[in-house]
């Protein structure tokens, strides 16, 4: 079992739909990061958090750590939010650990 | 302001040739340094990290290896490449204070070998 694990793998939809991307982790955790990789492979960060939410204009994202477990949404989807989320678990001060990714796409 | 810079952003080469993939950091000093591999279709796996001039820390037995020649550069190399060494490899960094820091990424090389 991964020490990371997201879920959907996948997932399509239309444009404006609210999206949700999950993130459980079995480790203990000094930060999470969400991450987005566009097609190109480049990867930015969007958050890192250690507690509670934080949003970033139409992103928010969650985490409790007493459950290990973390969100990503994203209200009002637009077709230039297809892309790779990753989540990434610091283990520690030097190690991150990756989720397998989810491949989202908003069709206009 | 900390950037990294990662080269070259694509790279074909053929079976059995040699690689160097280089990455250095500016704008901070002592970083934490990683090499990731996503092989098509996979999630990144971390390769190597490093937390300083010379100290490398292996996560996977494989073809590759790494070097820290000076504290903000971090380089990726094979002897001799392998048809499974083909993918896309990543530098990151961040700092080494533990707990609830940033982690920055390089755009990354896509190697394909051949």
């Known amino acids: 079992k991964n020490e990371v694990e997201q879920s959907p793998q996948n997932l399509t939809a239309q444009e404006g739909e609210f999206i949700t991307i999950n993130c459980s982790y079995s480790?203990?955790?000094?930060?999470l990061h969400w991450l987005q990789q566009h097609p190109g492979g480049g990867i930015v960060s969007l958050f890192m958090?250690?507690?509670g939410k934080k949003k970033h204009g139409r992103l928010i994202a969650t985490i409790n750590i007493q459950e290990k477990h973390s969100s990503l949404h994203i209200t009002a989807s637009h077709p230039r939010d297809s892309a790779v989320y990753i989540c990434a678990v610091k283990v520690g001060a030097q190690k991150l650990v990756f989720g397998q990714g989810t491949r989202l796409t908003i069709n206009p | 302001s900390q950037t990294i810079h990662q080269w070259p952003a694509t790279l074909v080469q053929p079976v059995g040739s040699p690689l160097s993939l280089e990455c250095t950091v500016e704008?901070?000093?002592?970083?934490?340094l990683y090499w990731y591999r996503q092989a098509a279709g996979r999630g990144l796996q971390l390769l190597f990290y490093s937390v300083g001039i010379g100290q490398i820390s292996s996560e996977v037995p494989q073809n590759l290896s790494a070097s820290r020649p000076q504290d903000r550069q971090f380089i990726l190399s094979s002897k001799k490449l392998l048809l499974s060494d083909s993918g896309f490899y990543l530098c990151a960094w961040s700092t080494p204070t533990g707990y609830g820091t940033e982690a920055f990424f390089g755009q990354g090389t896509r190697l394909t070998v051949v």
């Open positions: 480790v203990g955790i000094s930060a």
């Open positions: 704008g901070t000093s002592n970083p934490n």
């Open positions: 958090l250690s507690s």
